[in-house]
């Protein structure tokens, strides 16, 4: 019902810069927070950075200052600028969002994840 297509992952030098984005697509009625997570291999997916659907923001501490969350609700997409990366970003990043889907006079909101792009930094 509702799909979520990332893009934007790749290779990059230690110091260099990546933009992810994810675009959501579906029987969407409204998306509410969106979100990035990523995870390394051996550890616990981890929350990057989480945008409201007013556009208030929040980062884990090790990216403040480096990346950058953002959306586009006309499109029904978020972004997620990485700069100034660093081995240890090195892992599959992953989008989520709250989406809101009507079904006849049922309104339902769920969780919704994209299928993950990997994002390797070399040192």
């Known amino acids: 019902q509702v799909q979520l297509v990332e893009s934007g992952g790749g290779l990059v030098q230690a110091g260099g810069s990546l933009r992810l984005s994810c675009a959501a697509s579906?029987?969407?009625?409204?998306?509410?927070?969106m979100g990035w997570y990523r995870q390394a291999p051996g550890k616990q997916r981890e929350l990057v950075a989480h945008?409201?659907?007013?556009?208030?923001?929040n980062y884990v501490d090790s990216v403040k200052g480096r990346f950058t969350i953002s959306r586009d609700n006309a499109k029904n997409t978020v972004y997620l600028r990485m700069n100034s990366l660093k081995p240890e970003d090195t892992a599959v990043y992953y989008c989520?969002?709250?989406?809101?889907?009507?079904?006849?006079?049922?309104?339902?909101?769920?969780?919704?994840w994209g299928q993950g792009t990997q994002v390797t930094v070399s040192s």
């Open positions: 989520n969002s709250r989406v809101t889907t009507v079904n006849g006079i049922y309104r339902t909101e769920s969780d919704y």
């Open positions: 579906g029987s969407i009625f409204s998306i509410n927070a």
């Open positions: 945008i409201t659907s007013g556009g208030s923001t």
